[in-house]
Nanobody
């Protein structure tokens, strides 16, 4: 059984940083692309960032480029999302998900397993 556990959310002020973690169990982690998505209040779930199975290719939504960094440690079955210079528009529930896509993709339909999500709230 595949299980993704997301952690690291919280309440922070604008300009602060947070690091989210996504831990997977149940299969060989390093064989899948991993994506981070978020869902803000009253909004749909949107792609934030993705990383290939080797970590050699990454992708970011325009809204987070230069502020967020995705990375992975396959030896630990972990993927991280370092979020800097947070602003209130970053508020939402953040999810990680896995895909068999060769490159990070923004479409939610390409992701099969999802973590439970962690709340990130950025106050102004």
């Amino acid at each position: 059984q595949v299980l993704l556990v997301v952690s690291g959310g919280g309440l922070v002020q604008a300009g602060d940083s947070l690091r989210l973690s996504c831990a997977e169990s149940g299969r060989t982690f390093g064989t899948y692309t991993v994506g981070w998505f978020r869902q803000g209040p009253g909004k749909g779930r949107e792609f934030v960032s993705g990383i290939t199975k080797s970590g050699s290719n990454t992708a970011y939504a325009n809204s987070v480029k230069g502020r967020f960094t995705i990375s992975r440690d396959n030896a630990k079955n972990m993927v991280y999302l370092q979020m800097n210079s947070l602003n209130p528009e970053d508020t939402g529930v953040y999810y990680c998900a896995t895909s068999d896509a060769r490159l990070p993709v923004a479409s939610r339909d390409r992701y099969d397993y999802w973590g439970q999500g962690t709340q990130v709230t950025v106050s102004s």
